[in-house]
T-cell receptor, first 112, second 114 residues
């Protein structure tokens, strides 16, 4: 069974530029999560989808971050414009019925 | 309301045991344990649900004390492959929009030496 796929794995951009991350969850997993992980810290939830509906986006900085999960399968997380403080690893995870979460390899973002 | 993990770091020799604790200030419904190696994704170890059960996974087991709002992860006869950062993720609601939502602790760095 294929795991959670994320791309790109690494991204370096200058501040104020836009950036987008893509995630394809495990087939059949209806719940999709986007997390932010800073160095030496645990993952912090940004947004959670149940199928195509965002059921928890309270932690998403909506002035610059947006996400979508069209057709309830893969998802895109966008930052526009990026700030220096956005440098982190962005993890995508999926689960079936809210059980154990399976994480993708993450996208390491560096904002210069 | 981030759960608090202790210790922050632990160093072991192969074959030694370790315990990692995860405490919450809020009543727990579930606790998930993950291990993350440097530069890799967190890997699921086990989930414990409200009810004080204990689960085992090879030489790694965990307990869930509902009264103390705490979970402990036990690593026995540690191996080199156990090295990594261990995170607990806590869930508080069985239903509604909080179901499936986890809040992760800050992590415990475990290093196993030969």
């Amino acid at each position: 069974e294929a795991g959670v796929v994320q791309s790109p794995r690494y991204k370096i951009i200058e501040k104020k530029q836009p950036v987008a991350f893509w995630c394809n969850p495990i087939s059949g997993h209806n719940t999709l999560y986007w997390y932010l992980q800073n160095l030496g810290q645990g993952p912090e939830l940004l947004i959670r989808y149940e199928n195509e509906e965002a059921v928890d986006d309270s932690q998403l900085p909506k002035d610059r971050f947006s996400a979508e999960r069209l057709k309830g399968v893969d998802s895109t997380l966008k930052i526009q414009p990026a700030e220096l403080g956005d440098s982190a690893v962005y993890l995508c995870a999926s689960s079936a019925q809210g059980n154990e979460q399976f994480f993708g390899p993450g996208t390491r973002l560096t904002v210069l | 309301q981030q759960p608090v993990q202790s210790p922050q770091a632990v160093i072991l020799r192969e074959g030694e045991d370790a315990v990692i604790n995860c405490s919450s200030s809020k009543a727990l419904y579930s606790v998930h344990w993950y291990r993350q190696k440097h530069g890799e994704a967190p890997v699921f170890l086990m989930i414990l649900l409200k009810g004080g059960e204990q689960k085992g996974h090879e030489k790694i087991s965990a307990s869930f004390n509902e009264k103390k709002q705490q979970s402990s992860l036990y690593l026995t006869a540690s191996q080199l492959s156990y090295s990594g950062t261990y995170f607990c993720g806590t869930g508080w609601e069985a239903g509604g929009t909080s179901y499936g939502k986890l809040t992760f602790g800050q992590g415990t760095i475990l290093t196993v030496h030969p």
